[in-house]
């Protein structure tokens, strides 16, 4: 899936610096809710579980485009349980609802911050939502 994922990402004009890269790598973890509850307290301090969280290697894009061939994005953590209470609550099949999740920490990883205010959130959406458009 997140093969399928930087592919698409590769399609769009602000990482066309992803076709430079011979090899692009990212660990994901699946954790119970109970881990992924205790990562949210650590580092968010946020006393309940979430979807995924996203550790990122680099700061930025301009960063990451200046690394070597090969680059390490960093590590997601990912709860399924939480996904599927996801799921049911948007109305999507789990897939769906883990592919959104996969893409929302691949660009955590990637810079991108819906938390920093307004700004960020909208072009973080924007981007999910044209990724997600040409899925369907």
């Known amino acids: 899936m997140a093969r399928s994922i930087f592919r698409e990402l590769a399609h769009e004009p ?35 579980p979430t979807n995924v969280l996203s550790f990122a290697e680099y700061k930025d894009q301009k960063a990451i485009a200046s690394s070597p061939s090969t680059i390490d994005l960093g590590d997601m953590v990912i709860a399924p349980a939480v996904v599927k209470t996801d799921a049911e609550k948007f109305k999507n099949s789990f897939y769906q609802q883990f592919f959104w999740t996969t893409l929302h920490g691949i660009l955590h ?24 458009a040409r899925r369907t």
């Open 14 to 48: 602000e990482f066309h610096f992803l076709h430079k890269k011979k090899k692009i790598l990212i660990s994901i973890s699946l954790v119970k809710n109970s881990e992924i509850q205790q990562l949210n307290k650590t580092y968010r301090r946020i006393k309940k």
């Open 109 to 132: 990883t990637l810079g991108y911050d819906h938390e920093r205010g307004a700004r960020g959130k909208k072009q973080m959406e924007a981007l999910e939502n044209r990724i997600l």
